[in-house]
C-alpha cells in the first residue's frame, strides 16, 4: 500500500527554521501534485503551499510568502517544505496532501487532496 510519511517536525524558538519532508512510497510521485497544509485542534485543515508535478509551479498561502518554500525531487519521490523565520502563529500539525489534478491553477483546498500523509508536529515559542 502507497504511503505518504511526513518528517521533520519539531520545537523551535520564534525566528528559527525547521524543513518538513514528504516521503512517497509508490513508484508515481511525478504524477502527482503535492499540497502542504497545517491544523491546529477545533480548526479546520489550512492550507500553506503546493507545488506542481514538475516542480515549475508553486503556490502558497499569504501567511508564509517570503517565509517558507516548497520544492520536491522527483527522484527521491520527496517533497520539502524549508521553513525559516517562524513564528508561533505557526504551530501546528503539518501535513502533506497528493492529487492528480492538472495544474494550472494548483488546487489550494483540502477536499481536492485524496492523499494524507499522518502529519508531522511544528511547535514554536516565543
Known amino acids: 500500500q502507497v504511503q505518504l510519511v511526513e518528517s521533520g517536525g519539531g520545537s523551535v524558538q520564534s525566528g528559527g527554521s525547521l524543513r518538513l519532508s514528504c516521503a512517497y512510497s509508490?513508484?508515481?510521485?511525478?504524477?502527482?501534485?503535492v499540497g502542504w497544509f497545517r491544523q491546529t485542534p477545533g480548526n479546520i485543515r489550512e492550507f500553506v503551499a503546493a507545488?506542481?508535478?514538475?516542480?515549475?509551479?508553486?503556490t502558497y498561502a499569504d501567511s508564509v510568502k517570503g517565509r517558507f518554500a516548497i520544492s520536491r525531487d522527483n527522484a527521491k519521490s520527496t517533497a520539502y517544505l524549508q521553513m525559516n523565520n517562524l513564528a508561533p502563529e505557526d504551530t501546528a500539525i503539518y501535513y502533506c496532501g497528493f492529487h492528480r489534478g492538472s495544474p494550472p491553477p494548483i488546487r489550494t483546498t483540502p477536499d481536492a487532496y485524496d492523499s494524507w500523509g499522518r502529519g508531522t508536529q511544528v511547535t514554536v515559542s516565543s
Open positions: 509508490g513508484r508515481t510521485f511525478r504524477f502527482y501534485v
Open positions: 507545488i506542481d508535478q514538475g516542480g515549475a509551479g508553486t
